[in-house]
């Protein structure tokens, strides 16, 4: 059995820790583990052309695993008696991480910028499949911190 059915990959800056989640098509519901789940991440240089690696990026590699059997009865899949296509739709999506606390919970791997990105695949069950690849929801960063500074004013 494949356990790569999915491979994801992301170009980021050396030294940076990356992560993937998966959700259901709203981008809030955890997927299921039983129906989908990472298989496994890498980090690997990034060719910028077919003899140079990049010094400054790499790539972020994820490949997902889709347990088939396990599809039917999940939220991530629908199914159309009428057309006979079959429809898996979840969201990926991709955090890099500052590694150090910065929002005080007393964890690093503090998520400083993420990417979601909607996958959608529909398996005609008489012909062939098609994937829909909807990468539109670039978000700001979970938290937000507070910064003051204290000096003197003299009036003249």
């Known amino acids: 059995m494949n356990d790569r059915e999915i491979l994801v990959a992301y170009n980021i800056s050396k030294g940076r820790s990356a992560g993937l989640e998966l959700y259901g098509s709203d981008c809030l519901t955890e997927a299921e583990e039983n129906v989908i789940s990472v298989f496994h991440t890498q980090y690997d ?4 052309d077919s003899t140079q690696i990049s010094n400054t990026h790499e790539a972020f590699i994820a490949y997902v695993d889709v347990h088939t ?14 057309t006979n296509v079959g429809t898996v739709e979840m969201c990926l999506r991709v955090d890099l991480y500052l590694d150090e606390d910065v929002d005080g919970d007393g964890l690093a791997w503090d998520s400083i910028s993420f990417h979601k990105t909607i996958l959608t695949i529909n398996i005609d069950m008489a012909r062939d499949f098609s994937m829909y690849i909807q990468a539109d929801e670039d978000e700001e960063s979970r938290f937000s911190t507070n910064a003051g500074v204290e000096y003197d004013l003299s009036v003249g």
């Open 45 to 48: 240089p990034l060719f910028v």
């Open 69 to 82: 059997t396990n599809l039917t009865n999940s939220s991530i899949y629908s199914y159309n008696e009428t």
